[in-house]
């Protein structure tokens, strides 16, 4: 009687024994998974910002310009379109006009005093650009006198000028019209912020914050828009003096070797 007595009081002892066990695995593996799920939840939004950091300047770019609307966005961007359409082809155009003077000078002046007038000529219908289209008519009027060479010339050079600054006006037109088109859209975007407010009858970020954010994002498109046209247009402008410069040089040197042509005949 005594040893079952014992038996099962070393049984109640063992089953409590492992009841208080486990109870205290529990307890120690309950902080185990708190501190678990928080390291998940941290990996998680770590893992978040790392996809978003991870978006580059394009994917970012067309989140903001969707965001902000088709109706002031899509306009914005056909200025950018239609700009960056017209700069480039005057790039294009003036580099293709970009002569070398002083060899083309050489040139010419080695043509007229070995040819005449007809080789220096023929020289200048060889070379693509203004100042050589200038040498041409300055020598086409060779036989008349200096004087009409001169004005030719002049004239020619006014000419050129025009066609090397044609189309410029856009690209400027288009850095004038991309900020306002964005001031315009941050305008609109304001006063649907407040006709919420007034409908709502109640200041509530939540009605105010899709207004401003789309005006905000217009203005930012369209300062954008308008800095990249004007770096286009500045390096066109640059380009053009460049040019322009070339051409009155080339005017002067045509008009000495000129003169020196007829005294050399003279003589």
Request: hydrophobic share 50%; aromatic share 6%.
């Amino acid at each position: 009687m005594k040893r079952l007595f014992s038996i099962l009081v070393i049984a109640a002892v063992m089953v409590l024994g492992a009841g208080n066990l486990n109870a205290a695995n529990n307890v120690n593996t309950l902080p185990e998974t708190i501190v678990n799920f928080v390291q998940d939840d941290e990996a998680a939004a770590a893992a978040d910002e790392v996809e978003e950091e991870s978006l580059g300047f394009h994917q970012e770019l067309k989140k903001r310009f969707i965001e902000g609307g088709p109706a002031f966005m899509g306009i914005v961007l056909l200025c950018l379109i239609l700009g960056l359409a017209v700069a480039i082809e005057r790039i294009i155009f003036l580099n293709l006009s970009t002569t070398n003077t002083r060899k083309l000078a050489q040139d010419v002046e080695d043509a007229l005093n070995n040819g005449g007038v007809d080789a220096a000529k023929e020289v200048c219908r060889n070379t693509k650009g203004p100042v050589a289209s200038i040498y041409y008519q300055g020598l086409d009027r060779a036989d008349e006198s200096i004087d009409a060479a001169e004005k030719a010339v002049v004239a020619y050079g006014g000419v050129q000028m025009g066609q090397l600054e044609k189309n410029v006006s856009w690209v400027s037109l288009f850095i004038a019209i991309a900020p306002m088109l964005g001031f315009m859209g941050t305008v609109i975007g304001m006063i649907t912020a407040f006709d919420r407010i007034e409908a709502a009858g109640d200041m509530q970020p939540s009605l105010v914050a899709g207004g401003i954010k789309v005006a905000l994002l217009t203005t930012v498109f369209g300062l954008i828009v308008a800095i990249i046209l004007q770096i286009f247009y500045n390096y066109i402008i640059a380009k053009i003096d460049s040019i322009v410069n070339d051409m009155e040089d080339a005017s002067i040197t045509l008009i000495d070797m000129l003169v020196a042509y007829k005294n050399k005949k003279r003589i």
